[in-house]
């Protein structure tokens, strides 16, 4: 059976086209949330060092795959918006919300989007927000690209920098995506704690 942590496992059953596809999926369907990106990337990035796969054809196509994810959520949250605006309000919904929301993707939208890629869970509904909220779209794909670059990207020469510096480090490989894992979680906590 697969395992979700099990990055080695999972990468090597469903080779680039799963990964690109599982990262799309994350970054703009709402069943992708449980997808694990960050642990997914990092081991890529990991395997690529040890030449298991090829680094310039998943920097090439991990961005790409992160970018189409978040521009798909961006358009159902875009399809969405105006059915909202039809329904009356009630104890989960009232019309306010989307009011804030527009509000709150006018001022902070383009540093949502571009943040929002390095928390899991976040990544998956910040676009259908943007898009519910009618974020300006060329605001919107402009910082959806930075933002899939620099985590995209990032995540993965990180994991490709460490397999280099730590050839052993694929060896304890689910353990170091698991405390990728929690560590991602992080801000999400922090913003918790901060709240109560």
């Given at each position: 059976?697969?395992?979700?942590?099990?990055?080695?496992?999972?990468?090597?059953?469903?080779?680039?086209?799963?990964?690109?596809g599982m990262l799309f999926a994350e970054t703009g369907l709402f069943f992708g949330f449980f997808f694990p990106g960050d642990s997914l990337l990092f081991a890529a990035g990991i395997l690529?060092?040890?030449?298991?796969?090829?680094?310039?054809?998943?920097?090439?196509?991990?961005?790409?795959?992160?970018?189409?994810?978040?521009?798909?959520?961006?358009?159902?949250?875009?399809?969405?918006?105006?059915?909202?605006?039809?329904?009356?309000?009630?104890?989960?919904?009232?019309?306010?919300?989307?009011?804030?929301?527009?509000?709150?993707?006018?001022?902070?939208?383009?540093?949502?989007?571009?943040?929002?890629?390095?928390?899991?869970?976040?990544?998956?509904?910040?676009?259908?927000?943007?898009?519910?909220?009618?974020?300006?779209?060329?605001?919107?794909?402009?910082?959806?690209?930075?933002?899939?670059?620099?985590?995209?990207?990032?995540?993965?020469?990180?994991?490709?920098?460490?397999?280099?510096?730590?050839?052993?480090?694929?060896?304890?490989?689910?353990?170091?995506?698991?405390?990728?894992?929690?560590?991602?979680?992080?801000?999400?906590?922090?913003?918790?704690?901060?709240?109560?």
């Amino acid at each position: 059976m697969l395992h979700l942590f099990d990055p080695v496992a999972l990468i090597t059953a469903v080779g680039y086209a799963g990964v690109l596809g599982m990262l799309f999926a994350e970054t703009g369907l709402f069943f992708g949330f449980f997808f694990p990106g960050d642990s997914l990337l990092f081991a890529a990035g990991i395997l690529a060092a040890s030449g298991a796969l090829s680094l310039p054809v998943l920097i090439a196509g991990v961005p790409l795959a992160a970018a189409l994810g978040n521009a798909v959520g961006y358009w159902f949250g875009a399809w969405l918006g105006p059915r909202l605006f039809t329904k009356e309000d009630s104890f989960f919904f009232n019309k306010k919300y989307i009011a804030r929301s527009h509000e709150f993707y006018e001022t902070y939208g383009p540093r949502a989007v571009v943040l929002a890629r390095f928390v899991p869970v976040v990544r998956t509904f910040v676009p259908v927000v943007a898009g519910v909220a009618q974020m300006n779209y060329a605001r919107f794909t402009a910082y959806n690209i930075v933002g899939s670059v620099l985590w995209g990207a990032g995540v993965l020469l990180l994991g490709y920098y460490l397999g280099h510096a730590f050839p052993i480090v694929e060896r304890y490989l689910l353990p170091v995506s698991l405390i990728i894992v929690i560590v991602s979680f992080v801000p999400i906590a922090r913003q918790y704690l901060a709240r109560r």
